[in-house]
C-alpha cells in the first residue's frame, strides 16, 4: 500500500468554494474527562465568501463526482425523544454463553464467531510493521525473554485457537516483552505506540492464565441459556476476576469486543460497564455472570457503592488502559478507590497494569504509586515520541477564518476514505459537520454532548462506513481502532491547555496502525504557537517535513531531545530509584517541559540485539 495522498501545503487554496457567512464556535469548550475531552474555543471569525457560492445541488453533485457517497441523516431530535432498542447498545452485545455440561473444551458457536472475528470492518495487519520494530528498554528485576511467537507463550490452547482466528499470526514488539511479565504475575507499565497492539498485550496472558482455572475462581452463575432463565430472577452479584478501566465509552466497547474475542469458547464472560449505558442493561448483563469487566472509572466506582450488584473481593487482575489520560483528567479520586478502595482484594498475588502510548510527566509517578515496588516497565520507541514513521504528518497554515473551506477543500484533494476531523469544542463540531453535509459530504460527528444512543450511532455509522466522515472532539482522540481510517485532520490543533503534544499523539494515532500506513494533516496558525516546540520534534523524529513557519524551532545540529517532557525522575543510577519521591517534574524547576531529566533508556546504549547491562535493558525488536 503506498501513502495516502499527500495534500499540498496551502490547503486552503483549493477551489475556494465556501460556506458563506456565519461565525465559528463561541462554545463552551469541553472540560479533559472520561467523557469529554481537551477543547479550545473555536475561531470566531466571520468566514468571508470570495467566491460565488454553488448551491446545494451542486454541491451534492460534486460530492458524488469525486467519489463521496451520500451521507446519512441522523435525526438527533428523534434520538433525544426515543432513545434506543436495548439491543442497539454495545453493552448488550453477544458473548458467548459457557454451560456447565461443556467442560474444558467449549463447542464453537458458528454465527458468534462471524460477528467476532469474520467482520469485514476488523482491522488487519499491515505490509509496514517495521515502523514498529524500534528501540525497546525494559527495566524490572529480572531480565525478560520475549516470546517471539505466540504458540511458545505457553497459552492456554484456546486463547491460542482464538488468537489465529483474530488473525494475529506474531506478537507485536509490546506483547512479545508484556506477554510473559504477566504470565509471570508481576506488575507493569507498558509503553508503546498508538495502534501496536497493547489491548491483546495484556487481554492474552490475563484470559490464559484464568482460563484453565477459571471454574475454581470464578463465583456461581446462572445458566443464562436455560429455558426459565429470568434475567431479573435470576441474576447473581459480579464477581469479576478482572478489572480493566479505560477512559472513555466508545473505547470501553472497543476493549469488551476484544475480550469478546479472546474469551469466546471459555467459561470467562465479559462485561462492560459505560456512562449513558442504561441501568437495565448493565444490571443484566452484571446479574448473568462476569469474569471480565470493562468500565469507565465514573460508572466502576458507582457501582462499587453497591456491593449487592458489584463486589472487588476476587479481582485477581487490574488494569489501567490508557493510563496517561488517568492524568490528564484528574480521575486521582475514582483511580485511589479503584486500586484499593473498597473491598478490592489486597492480596498480594493481585496484578497490576498500566498502559499508554504516550510518556507525559506523572505517569511513572502514577505507576510508582500504584504499582508493585518490583514492577516492569516496558517502553517501545525513542524517549520522547512514541509517534511512528506509519503516519505521514503534514502541517498546513490555515487562518481561523479560512478552516471550513480548507477543510472542504482538502476533503476533494484525496482519494475517499475513512477520514477523522478533530476540533477541540462541541459547537465547532457542530457547525462543521452540518456544514459538510449540506454539502453533500457523508459525515457523522460525537462530542459529550450527545446521548449515549447518538454517540453509538455514529460511532457504528462511522466503523461500517456508512457516514466515512467522523467530526470529533477529543472524546474520540484515544483508542479507536477504525479499520480503513486512512487520514486524522487537526481542524483545531490541541494547543497546551487542550491536551497539547500527547493529544496531538493520541488524535493521529487513530491512523496508520498495526503495520498499515496513514496520513494526518493538521490546521496550523498563530494561535498554536505554544505547541510548535513539541510538534517540530515529533515531525524531526518521525522524518516528516518541517514546514517553513516552523523552521525556527528546528535545532541547529538537527537532533530533537525530548528529555524534558518525558521522564522527570532525577536519575538514580540504578535505572530505578522509586522508592523516594525523586520526581523533579512537580518542581518550579522542570515546570513545564523545564530542565532536563533522566529517560528509561539513559543509561544503556541501545544494542543490536539481546540486553545491556546497567539500569534500562534495551534491544532493538526485530522483525514481527
Ligand atoms: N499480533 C497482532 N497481529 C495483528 N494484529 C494485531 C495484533 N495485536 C493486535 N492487533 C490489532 O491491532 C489493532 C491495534 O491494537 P490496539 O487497539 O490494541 O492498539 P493500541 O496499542 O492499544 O493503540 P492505542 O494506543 O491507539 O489505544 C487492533 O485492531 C488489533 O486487533
Known amino acids: 500500500m503506498g501513502w495516502p495522498q499527500d495534500v499540498p501545503a496551502n490547503a486552503a487554496d483549493g477551489d475556494g468554494t465556501n460556506g458563506g457567512a456565519g ?16 477543547a479550545e474555543t473555536a475561531d470566531a471569525t466571520e468566514a468571508k465568501p470570495e467566491v460565488p457560492e454553488l448551491t446545494k445541488e451542486e454541491h451534492i453533485k460534486k460530492a458524488r463526482a469525486a467519489g463521496w457517497k451520500e451521507g446519512v441523516a441522523f435525526d438527533y431530535e428523534e434520538f433525544q425523544r426515543q432513545g434506543g432498542a436495548d439491543a442497539d447498545f454495545h453493552g448488550a452485545s453477544k458473548v458467548y454463553e459457557w454451560k456447565e455440561e461443556y467442560g474444558e473444551v467449549a463447542p464453537a458457536h458458528p454465527e458468534l464467531e462471524n460477528m467476532l472475528f469474520g467482520g469485514e470492518f476488523q482491522m488487519r495487519k499491515g505490509e509496514h510493521t517495521e515502523a514498529l520494530d524500534v528501540e525497546i528498554t525494559v527495566e524490572g528485576p529480572n531480565k525478560v525473554l520475549p516470546f517471539k511467537v505466540f504458540a511458545e507463550a505457553g497459552l492456554h490452547p484456546i486463547v491460542l485457537q482464538n488468537i489465529a482466528l483474530a488473525q494475529y499470526d506474531q506478537p507485536t514488539p509490546i506483547q512479545q516483552y508484556t506477554m510473559p511479565i504477566i504470565l509471570e504475575g508481576h506488575d507493569v507499565l507498558a509503553v508503546a505506540q498508538t495502534g501496536s497492539g497493547k489491548t491483546a498485550a495484556y487481554m492474552v496472558p490475563i484470559i490464559s492464565k484464568l482460563m484453565g482455572k477459571a471454574k475454581k475462581l470464578a463465583a456461581p452463575r446462572p445458566d443464562t441459556t436455560a429455558p426459565g432463565y429470568n434475567a431479573m430472577r435470576h441474576q447473581v452479584r459480579a464477581e469479576p476476576l478482572v478489572v480493566i478501566v479505560v477512559p472513555t465509552r466508545e473505547l470501553a466497547m472497543q476493549i469488551f469486543d ?65 493510563a496517561d489520560e488517568m492524568l490528564d483528567s484528574d480521575w486521582s479520586e475514582e483511580l485511589e478507590k479503584i486500586m484499593g478502595g473498597g473491598d478490592t482484594n489486597d492480596d498480594a498475588d493481585h496484578v497490576y497494569v498500566m498502559t499508554s502510548a504516550t510518556f507525559p510527566k ?28 506509519n503516519i505521514r504528518q503534514n502541517i498546513v497554515w490555515v487562518d481561523g477564518q479560512e478552516k471550513r473551506n480548507a477543510v472542504f477543500d482538502l476533503l476533494f484533494q484525496s482519494e475517499p476514505t475513512r477520514t477523522m476531523i478533530f476540533c477541540n469544542a462541541k459547537g465547532a463540531v457542530d457547525e462543521l459537520d452540518d456544514f459538510l453535509y449540506n454539502r453533500g459530504l457523508p459525515t457523522t460527528s460525537i462530542h459529550a454532548g450527545r446521548n449515549q444512543r447518538e454517540r453509538e450511532d455514529a460511532m457504528r455509522a462511522f466503523r461500517t462506513g456508512k457516514a466515512p466522515i467522523l467530526i470529533a472532539t477529543g472524546i474520540s482522540a484515544r483508542g479507536w481502532d477504525v479499520k480503513g481510517c486512512k487520514h486524522v485532520i487537526n481542524y483545531d490543533l490541541p494547543s497546551g491547555m487542550y491536551g497539547g503534544i500527547t493529544e496531538y499523539v493520541h488524535r493521529i494515532g487513530r491512523t496508520g496502525r498495526i503495520g498499515n500506513q496513514g496520513l494526518a494533516t493538521s490546521f496550523y496558525n498563530d494561535r498554536n504557537d505554544d505547541i510548535a516546540e513539541d510538534l517540530v520534534k515529533i515531525l524531526v523524529d518521525c522524518d516528516c517535513e518541517v514546514p517553513e513557519f516552523l523552521q525556527q524551532h ?49 543509561e544503556a546504549p541501545a544494542a543490536e540485539e539481546g540486553f545491556t547491562a546497567s539500569g534500562g535493558d534495551v534491544a532493538v525488536a526485530s522483525d514481527w
Open 23 to 38: 461565525a465559528w464556535g463561541g462554545d463552551e469548550p469541553e472540560t479533559n474527562g472520561a467523557d469529554t475531552n481537551g
Open 258 to 322: 476484544e475480550a469478546r474475542r479472546m474469551c469466546y469458547r471459555s467459561m470467562l464472560r465479559p462485561c462492560v460497564v459505560y456512562g449513558g449505558l442504561p441501568m437495565p442493561i448493565t444490571r443484566d448483563q452484571l446479574g448473568a455472570g462476569c469474569d471480565i469487566l470493562i468500565a469507565t472509572p465514573g460508572r466502576l466506582c458507582d457501582f462499587m457503592d453497591k456491593p449487592h450488584i458489584l463486589t472487588m473481593s476476587r479481582v485477581k487482575y487490574t488494569v489501567i488502559d490508557e
Open 362 to 389: 506523572g505517569i511513572r509517578r502514577l505507576a510508582d504509586e500504584y504499582l508493585a515496588d518490583d514492577f516492569y516497565r516496558v517502553r517501545i520507541g525513542t524517549k520522547g515520541t512514541t509517534a511512528h514513521k
Open 554 to 602: 528546528v535545532p541547529e545540529d538537527g537532533k530533537v531531545n525530548f528529555d524534558d517532557d518525558t521522564d522527570d525522575e532525577e536519575e538514580t543510577g540504578d535505572g530505578f530509584g522509586s522508592g523516594g519521591d525523586g520526581f523533579g517534574g512537580e518542581t518550579a524547576e522542570d515546570g513545564d517541559g523545564g530542565a532536563a531529566v533522566s529517560g528509561w533508556a539513559a
